[in-house]
């Protein structure tokens, strides 16, 4: 990757990725209960949606199946950070707003590198 920044699609990706993504994983997670209005897997299915945004705004090459690779990640999300949060509270009630990045790149992981490997190395 070179010292440039990131495409603007890439970018607006990141944007609506964080958006349906990590904002209803802080929800269910317990960081913002009043906003608490769906079940489980309506904030999984909200990140499906989302991730599958992400991934075809971000994939230049190829967004159909950019957007498959942010489909498998999306939706991991809440449930990641759910059982992050619970298993991190039972150890320690002391818990540092960084540590939700934790959960989001775990549940990134696997279609993080499926779009790496569909869409190639970023070039200029």
């Known amino acids: 990757m070179s010292d440039e920044s990131l495409s603007p699609r890439m970018n607006a990706g990141i944007v609506v990725?964080?958006?349906?993504?990590?904002?209803?994983?802080?929800?269910v997670g317990g960081f913002m209960p009043e906003a608490d209005v769906l079940p489980l897997w309506g904030w999984a299915l909200l990140g499906l949606v989302g991730g599958a945004a992400a991934g075809a705004i971000a994939g230049e090459r190829r967004p159909l199946l950019s957007a498959v690779c942010g489909a498998i990640s999306g939706p991991l999300v809440a449930p990641a950070t759910v059982a992050y949060v619970a298993m991190r509270i039972s150890l320690s009630n002391t818990f540092w707003s960084v540590e939700l990045l934790i959960p989001v790149l775990v549940a990134a992981i696997p279609g993080g590198l499926l779009f790496r490997l569909v869409n190639g190395p970023v070039e200029d």
């Open 17 to 27: 990725f964080t958006l349906t993504t990590v904002i209803p994983g802080m929800i």
